[in-house]
């Protein structure tokens, strides 16, 4: 069930937002995949003319958020069955994009997935990290009502702070890139790349676990979006380098991104946000310790001074960053729904394309999980016990070479042969 949600005005001491700025003056984005602010009346009619879907073009609504409390959470893979009987159905072949992660599976309709169907999914997603729908245009079609209601099944809604979201529906974080390119070349003036390598949210105190990106419109060529497996990236450091960060703390905020917003005249529906979570952390299902952090709310490592946080934080980054053999590239295709794992990935979009001649259309919905467990934290050591198995490899510390060259096929399945 989706809970309800509550909105209010703008506390009396909410700094308004809404104060239009002179465009010579305005500040470069630092990420130049996202609108902070209405467009003219002339280009959002443009734009309606140039979408299938108008409805879920980015909206503005002046509505006010408070920081959300804990909660509990239960994750559904814990209680999916691991042979997959109601996700891989006779006729549902996938072919995984590398051997480590990423999965695209071929005819199957998330518009009818069962509860029984989205606990494997969840299963699924967790062990491969990324999984990728063609041909769902019944499931886009379907309306923020529906799609809101599925991804209630994996977590509680995350509300975007900042940016368009869909009106009524706060929890959809819309990407809408339509003829902008004279903002992309001032963006490319002063920066030498587009790419911003991120988790979704992980300044909350209950960051996301599960995460679904569905296309709207997308280029022929271009516009994809790159993910890196953290999990990986922490197998690949040596012993005495994991002993070293794994009890170690960050800090994530949102203050840059509300920040930003409020002094270039866009819409905040949030205070600042800030967090403290472990820079290793378990996966609840799985049991795989992986880096969590990345370039856009780390904000520094609790303890250290700043050179050495600094200079710890550019290491894992550059080692995140640069890790091609554990990174996987989802190239986007018209009716496609992508959704991952935000606890071990991170991604980054890419700006290659010309947004005149084709739009990049995409919605975000986010589902907040488990408050980020620490190594040696609760949960942990039940996990490490139970030896949890990943492509047919048990998830050990120290385990340098990961998983199987040639992937798994779950339930039997193989591999279509599909491009």
């Known amino acids: 069930m989706v809970s309800i949600l509550k909105t209010h005005t703008p506390p009396a001491n909410h700094e308004s937002s809404n104060t239009s700025t002179n465009l010579d003056k305005e500040i470069v984005s630092y990420d130049i995949n996202l609108p902070y602010r209405p467009q003219s009346a002339i280009e959002q009619e443009q734009a309606r003319l140039r979408t299938e879907y108008p409805g879920y073009l980015p909206q503005f609504d002046d509505i006010w958020f408070d920081k959300l409390p804990e909660f509990e959470y239960q994750d559904p893979a ?185 002094a270039n005249g866009g819409l905040v529906r949030k205070d600042p946000v800030t967090s403290i979570h472990p820079l290793v952390r378990v996966h609840p299902v799985t049991g795989e310790r992986s880096i969590f952090l990345n370039a856009e709310f780390v904000t520094g490592i609790v303890g250290l001074k700043d050179q050495e946080s600094d200079m710890m934080l550019k290491f894992l980054t550059d080692h995140i960053c640069m890790g091609h053999d554990f990174q996987a590239r989802v190239q986007w295709e018209k009716d496609s729904v992508v959704m991952m794992d935000g606890r071990n990935t991170l991604h980054t979009a890419t700006v290659d394309y010309d947004s005149t001649v084709q739009a990049r259309h995409i919605f975000r919905l986010a589902s907040m999980t488990e408050k980020p467990i620490p190594v040696g934290g609760e949960g942990d050591s039940v996990l490490r016990s139970n030896g949890y198995k990943i492509n047919g490899h048990a998830n050990n510390e120290h385990q340098t070479h990961g998983r199987s060259s040639d992937g798994y096929m779950p339930n039997g399945h193989t591999s279509s042969g599909h491009s």
């Open 78 to 262: 814990l209680r999916a069955d691991k042979r997959k009987p109601n996700l891989l159905t006779p006729g549902v072949t996938l072919r995984h994009i590398t051997p480590r992660m990423g999965t695209v599976l071929f005819g199957l309709k998330l518009k009818e997935l069962s509860d029984a169907g989205k606990d494997e999914l969840a299963l699924l997603i967790s062990e491969r990290k990324i999984v990728a729908f063609r041909e769902q245009k019944e499931f886009l079609q379907a309306g923020p009502q529906f799609q809101q209601e599925f991804m209630a099944h994996f977590g509680k809604p995350n509300y975007q702070p900042v940016t368009g979201s869909i009106k009524g529906y706060p929890g959809f974080h819309i990407i809408h890139r339509d003829g902008n390119q004279a903002e992309i070349k001032k963006f490319f003036q002063h920066k030498m790349t587009s790419t911003l390598w991120h988790q979704d949210v992980s300044y909350e105190l209950q960051p996301p676990g599960y995460i679904m990106l569905g296309i709207l419109a997308c280029p022929d060529v271009g516009g994809d979006t790159v993910f890196a497996d953290t999990a990986e990236a922490y197998n690949r450091l040596s012993p005495i380098f994991q002993d070293m960060i794994r009890n170690l703390k960050a800090a994530h905020t949102s203050e840059k991104m509300i920040g930003f917003a409020r």
